[in-house]
Nanobody
Framework: VQLVESGGGLVQAGGSLRLSCAVS????????IAWFRQAPGKEREGIAC????????VYSDSVKGRFTISRDNAKNTAYLQMNSLGPEDTAVYYC???????????WGQGTLVTVSS
């Protein structure tokens, strides 16, 4: 199983980025997908999740209303659209997949997002 994040980079405050998570080796449609982030000196926090089937989503308070998680099962890819970015959003962003039947989870290597003020 491999998860590969992309789309990170440097953006000015108020800007937008879209992260992608390409998943292979896993039945994507039977997996829940989540995005986590870890800022320097802080613990990793879960910020968005999308379940399989009905595509229900859940967001942390820190990103609700600004970030949108989505998935394209035909492309085995999940996305995180990030708008109205601020310096507090600077972090390494990780994609996480959980196989529904076994609850086994998998992680990507992370992609760095830096927001300048």
């Amino acid at each position: 199983v491999q998860l590969v994040e992309s789309g990170g980079g440097l953006v000015q405050a108020g800007g937008s980025l879209r992260l992608s998570c390409a998943v292979s080796g896993l039945t994507f449609g039977n997996s829940a997908i989540a995005w986590f982030r870890q800022a320097p000196g802080k613990e990793r926090e879960g910020i968005a999740c999308i379940v399989s089937g009905n595509d229900d989503t859940v967001y942390s308070d820190s990103v609700k209303g600004r970030f949108t998680i989505s998935r394209d099962n035909a492309k085995n890819t999940a996305y995180l659209q990030m708008n109205s970015l601020g310096p507090e959003d600077t972090a390494v962003y990780y994609c996480n997949a959980v196989r529904i039947l076994t609850r086994r989870e998998y992680w990507g290597q992370g992609t760095l997002v830096t927001v300048s003020s």
